[in-house]
């Protein structure tokens, strides 16, 4: 990444954090909660996530009999996330692969495997995007991968940190070359806080956005 947009990922990061606070890294989930979790939850809400992830967890006492239950009685049980029927056979058959590959239902061999390396392994998992792996490997080992989300993506291009027509996937490359890795927590958090409030998807917030003169959006709009 040039100096420039080195410069304004700097600026961003350092007046983002007095708006929303020094988020510091906790584990969210298990390795492996984590990767169901995402899959749930995929086109829903985080409550309706919750709600499907909850179900699975009162249903089954563990993962293996996630993956042994009959596809029918998982879909039903995670039906409150919505697209069960999409999501169950991709929870299964993601538990499978972990299984089938590991010998167990385990992910905690990727915090010891090299970063690029442990991404890799997760994207080969059918149904685990750059998004997915990204998430697994930051909030539930600590690592420096910095996930792309909606809202991570929306505001990065307004703000000019990618191009406009920079896809999601593509930039999950370009900010794991940034030489920033201690702040990709943070950073991640406070963006998609920024996106929930002011940098809306539909009437952005700018007369109130701390970001104004670094953002091409702002500087642009009629």
Known sequence: M??????????????LVPAY???TWRQHLPPVDELV????????SDTNRDKGFDALKAHYPDW?????????????????????????PRIQAALRTVYEQRGAISLDFLADMP????????????GVGPKTAAIILLFAFGRPAFPVDTHVHRITQR?????????????????????????????????????????????PRCEICPLQTECNYFQHEP
Not at 37 to 44: A, E, G, N, R
Not at 66 to 82: K, S, Y
Not at 115 to 126: G, S
């Open 2 to 15: 040039s100096d420039p947009l080195l410069q304004k990922y700097d600026t961003v990061y350092e007046k």
């Open 21 to 23: 606070g020094m988020p």
């Open 37 to 44: 979790s995402t899959i749930l939850s995929q086109s829903t």
């Open 64 to 88: 293996f009999s996630v993956m042994n239950a009959p596809e029918a009685e998982v879909i039903e049980t995670i039906r409150p996330a919505g697209l069960a029927n999409q999501k169950g």
């Open 115 to 126: 970063l690029n390396e442990a991404a890799d392994w997760l994207t080969h998992i059918k």
């Open 159 to 203: 703000l000019g940190l990618i191009g406009p027509h920079v896809s999601a996937e593509k930039a999950h490359k370009i900010f794991a070359q940034l030489d920033r890795p201690q702040t990709f927590y943070a950073m991640h958090l406070n963006l998609i806080r920024h996106g929930r409030e002011v940098c809306r998807a539909r009437s």
